[in-house]
Protein backbone atom coordinates (compact mmCIF):
# COMPACT_ATOMS: atom_id res chain seq x y z
CA UNK A 1 0.00 0.00 0.00
CA UNK A 2 1.24 3.67 -0.64
CA UNK A 3 0.69 6.60 1.51
CA UNK A 4 -0.38 9.70 0.12
CA UNK A 5 1.04 13.00 -0.05
CA UNK A 6 -0.95 15.87 1.95
CA UNK A 7 -0.10 19.05 3.13
CA UNK A 8 -1.94 21.50 5.92
CA UNK A 9 -2.00 24.92 6.88
CA UNK A 10 -1.08 27.56 6.70
CA UNK A 11 -2.21 28.35 10.41
CA UNK A 12 -1.38 31.83 12.35
CA UNK A 13 0.47 30.57 15.24
CA UNK A 14 -1.27 32.34 18.49
CA UNK A 15 0.70 32.78 22.16
CA UNK A 16 -1.00 29.68 23.20
CA UNK A 17 1.72 27.40 23.28
CA UNK A 18 -0.55 23.97 23.93
CA UNK A 19 -2.44 24.80 20.68
CA UNK A 20 -3.10 21.45 18.72
CA UNK A 21 -2.03 22.13 15.30
CA UNK A 22 -1.86 18.28 13.55
CA UNK A 23 -3.18 15.06 14.52
CA UNK A 24 -3.63 11.98 11.88
CA UNK A 25 -7.57 11.21 11.01
CA UNK A 26 -9.60 8.32 12.66
CA UNK A 27 -10.30 5.82 10.09
CA UNK A 28 -13.38 4.01 10.52
CA UNK A 29 -14.24 0.97 7.94
CA UNK A 30 -17.81 -0.07 6.49
CA UNK A 31 -19.81 -3.14 7.59
CA UNK A 32 -17.16 -5.73 8.70
CA UNK A 33 -14.76 -3.25 7.16
CA UNK A 34 -12.47 -2.61 10.49
CA UNK A 35 -10.87 0.43 11.07
CA UNK A 36 -6.99 0.98 11.17
CA UNK A 37 -5.32 4.00 12.64
CA UNK A 38 -3.51 6.40 10.47
CA UNK A 39 -0.51 8.38 10.86
CA UNK A 40 1.18 11.38 8.93
CA UNK A 41 5.49 11.45 7.99
CA UNK A 42 5.84 14.91 8.07
CA UNK A 43 8.95 15.95 6.02
CA UNK A 44 8.87 19.56 5.44
CA UNK A 45 7.77 22.54 7.79
CA UNK A 46 7.60 26.49 6.93
CA UNK A 47 7.41 29.15 9.23
CA UNK A 48 6.76 32.73 7.63
CA UNK A 49 6.99 35.80 9.62
CA UNK A 50 4.89 38.94 8.06
CA UNK A 51 6.50 41.49 10.65
CA UNK A 52 8.93 44.15 10.78
CA UNK A 53 10.71 41.97 14.18
CA UNK A 54 12.43 38.39 14.45
CA UNK A 55 9.55 36.15 16.08
CA UNK A 56 10.27 32.81 17.99
CA UNK A 57 8.28 29.40 17.56
CA UNK A 58 7.94 26.47 19.60
CA UNK A 59 6.71 22.80 19.47
CA UNK A 60 6.09 19.55 20.61
CA UNK A 61 4.72 15.97 19.95
CA UNK A 62 2.63 14.05 22.52
CA UNK A 63 -0.74 14.24 24.11
CA UNK A 64 -3.38 16.82 22.95
CA UNK A 65 -3.16 20.45 24.11
CA UNK A 66 0.00 19.47 25.85
CA UNK A 67 3.72 20.72 25.82
CA UNK A 68 5.55 18.54 28.91
CA UNK A 69 9.06 18.44 29.38
CA UNK A 70 10.90 16.23 27.60
CA UNK A 71 8.28 16.17 24.15
CA UNK A 72 10.11 19.36 22.85
CA UNK A 73 10.48 18.50 19.24
CA UNK A 74 11.30 21.28 16.83
CA UNK A 75 12.41 24.40 17.62
CA UNK A 76 12.35 25.84 20.64
CA UNK A 77 12.27 29.29 20.97
CA UNK A 78 13.74 28.73 17.34
CA UNK A 79 13.42 32.50 16.18
CA UNK A 80 12.35 33.74 12.19
CA UNK A 81 14.22 36.49 11.34
CA UNK A 82 11.79 39.69 10.34
CA UNK A 83 10.15 39.40 7.32
CA UNK A 84 11.88 35.85 6.44
CA UNK A 85 11.07 32.51 6.52
CA UNK A 86 12.21 29.42 8.49
CA UNK A 87 12.22 25.91 6.68
CA UNK A 88 12.22 22.41 8.48
CA UNK A 89 13.35 19.54 6.99
CA UNK A 90 12.94 15.99 8.03
CA UNK A 91 11.44 13.12 8.80
CA UNK A 92 8.96 12.98 11.95
CA UNK A 93 6.10 9.97 12.33
CA UNK A 94 2.97 11.17 13.88
CA UNK A 95 0.93 8.08 15.12
CA UNK A 96 -3.20 8.53 15.79
CA UNK A 97 -2.20 9.05 19.39
CA UNK A 98 0.23 12.01 18.75
CA UNK A 99 -0.58 15.99 18.60
CA UNK A 100 1.77 18.17 16.95
CA UNK A 101 1.22 21.49 19.22
CA UNK A 102 2.31 25.01 20.15
CA UNK A 103 2.53 28.40 19.37
CA UNK A 104 4.81 31.55 18.80
CA UNK A 105 5.88 34.70 21.07
CA UNK A 106 3.39 36.71 18.95
CA UNK A 107 -0.16 36.53 18.19
CA UNK A 108 -0.65 35.80 14.13
CA UNK A 109 2.96 37.24 13.89
CA UNK A 110 4.15 33.65 12.37
CA UNK A 111 2.26 31.48 10.46
CA UNK A 112 3.08 27.91 9.68
CA UNK A 113 2.26 24.98 7.19
CA UNK A 114 3.61 21.84 5.81
CA UNK A 115 4.02 18.48 4.00
CA UNK A 116 4.46 15.01 3.78
CA UNK A 117 2.68 12.30 3.37
CA UNK A 118 -0.43 10.05 5.26
CA UNK A 119 -0.78 6.46 5.42
CA UNK A 120 -2.55 3.54 7.38
CA UNK A 121 -0.77 1.88 9.87
Known sequence: ???KPFRFGPIALNTTLTTN???PPAASGGVNGGAASQYILLTH???VN???AA???SLWLGATGANAAGTEVIGQGK???ANDVY???GRLRID???FLVGGADANTALSIEGEGEIGVA
Open 1 to 3: MQN
Open 21 to 23: LLN
Open 45 to 47: LRF
Open 50 to 52: KTA
Open 55 to 57: QTF
Open 79 to 81: SVA
Open 87 to 89: DWY
Open 96 to 98: AAD
